[in-house]
Nanobody, 124 residues
Framework: QVQLQESGPGLVKPSQTLSLTCTVS??????????WSWIRQPPGKALEWMGA???????YYSPSLKSRTSISRDTSKNQFTLQLNSVTPEATAVYFC????????????????WGQGTQVTVSS
């Protein structure tokens, strides 16, 4: 059974880079046809898909965040990482990593497995 665990700083200053890591167990992140996603939920708002990295290494980003977002992976550690540059307080949210069975950017995601989420606050 797949398990995902987010880690990273809980507090980031405005204009800095938010960096989070998702450690995966139970399945290799290079397993065929899987997608590894980052999703966030600001307080009082809906879930927002940010981007994903596929098992083959291709990356996909939300158009609204593409210019400031980078997703990479370390296959030796079975981890994937989110970097969001030039953050503002509007980036304050609970950040989730997830495993998807396809590239799903919005709406229901059958079979999605979630990490527990990590709170990130952007404040000086």
């Amino acid at each position: 059974q797949v398990q995902l665990q987010e880690s990273g700083p809980g507090l980031v200053k405005p204009s800095q880079t938010l960096s989070l890591t998702c450690t995966v167990s139970g399945v290799s992140i290079t397993s065929n046809s899987l997608y590894w996603s980052w999703i966030r939920q600001p307080p009082g708002k809906a879930l927002e898909w940010m981007g994903a990295i596929a098992s083959r290494g291709s990356t996909y980003y939300s158009p609204s965040l593409k210019s400031r977002t980078s997703i990479s992976r370390d296959t030796s550690k079975n981890q994937f990482t989110l970097q969001l540059n030039s953050v503002t307080p509007e980036a304050t949210a609970v950040y989730f990593c997830a495993r998807d069975l396809g590239l799903i950017t919005t709406g229901p995601a059958p079979g999605r497995e979630w990490g527990q989420g990590t709170q990130v606050t952007v404040s000086s």
